[in-house]
């Protein structure tokens, strides 16, 4: 299987600040990578699918890079509700798998 | 807009049969090019593909679980069925259903997550 790592596992930000999360594949994955929100008690919802489109009804601050083994996720002005947890799955293998995620939480 | 709601027992026996219904409401169900995925969460844990299946009856399975899982698939009643044998305590987690369109490779409908929990 392919591996997926996040960095960093939890961060603080304050509503505003710009953020950064890193996801890499133990593997060149082409542009196979996806981006998932999830808030607790609730279903992941996609933000960004092979690594750079913006899902239809995803606000604009959020934008990905990256291909091949290093992505990034990007928050332009974190809101409020932004704080959640984001995970990185890659699609290129028949196995899908998932990054171990990154919470973002208030300062 | 695509809904899934996944139903079954919360709580399981060890060893017994983990079994989990997917219901769809979606147009495209009998399409054959849309799939469906089972993928679950253990709590504080990161989410873990289980398998796919097509409304014509194809599968893929994680090679981890593949030897106690079975999808199947219902037209008729717009349902997609997962059964886990020979569970244990570690098969405890939310268990959720996610549609994926045709030539696509991302899941971009999900059902709310049905908790089930392995214990005697």
């Known amino acids: 299987d392919i591996q997926m790592t996040q960095s960093p596992s939890s961060l603080s930000a304050s509503v505003g600040d710009r953020v950064t999360i890193t996801c890499r594949a133990s593997?060149?994955?082409?542009?196979?990578l996806n981006w998932y929100q999830q808030k607790p008690g609730k279903a992941p919802k996609l933000l960004i699918y092979?690594?750079?489109a913006l899902q239809r009804g995803v606000p604009s601050r959020f934008s990905g890079s990256g291909v091949g083994t290093d992505f990034t996720l990007s928050i332009s002005s974190l809101q409020a509700e932004d704080f959640a947890t984001y995970y990185c799955?890659?699609?290129?293998?028949?196995?899908?798998?998932f990054g171990p995620g990154t919470k973002v939480d208030l300062k | 807009q695509v809904q899934l709601q996944e139903s079954g027992p919360g709580l399981v026996r060890p060893s017994q049969t983990l079994s989990l219904i997917c219901t769809v409401s979606?147009?495209?169900?009998?399409?054959?090019?849309?799939?469906w995925s089972w993928i679950r969460q253990p709590a504080g844990e990161r989410l873990e593909w289980i398998g796919r299946?097509?409304?014509?009856?194809?599968?893929n399975y994680n090679p981890s679980l593949k030897s106690r899982v079975t999808l199947s698939v219902d037209t008729s009643k717009k349902q997609v069925s997962l059964s886990l044998i020979s569970v244990t305590a570690a098969d405890t987690a939310v268990y959720y259903c996610?549609?994926?369109?045709?030539?696509?490779?991302?899941?971009?409908?999900w059902g709310q997550g049905r908790l089930v929990t392995v214990s005697s």
């Open positions: 092979a690594a750079v």
């Open positions: 996610a549609q994926s369109r045709a030539g696509t490779r991302f899941f971009d409908s």
């Open positions: 979606s147009n495209s169900f009998s399409s054959g090019s849309d799939y």
């Open positions: 799955q890659q699609s290129f293998d028949n196995v899908m798998t």
């Open positions: 299946i097509y409304s014509g009856g194809d599968t």
């Open positions: 593997q060149d994955i082409k542009s196979y």
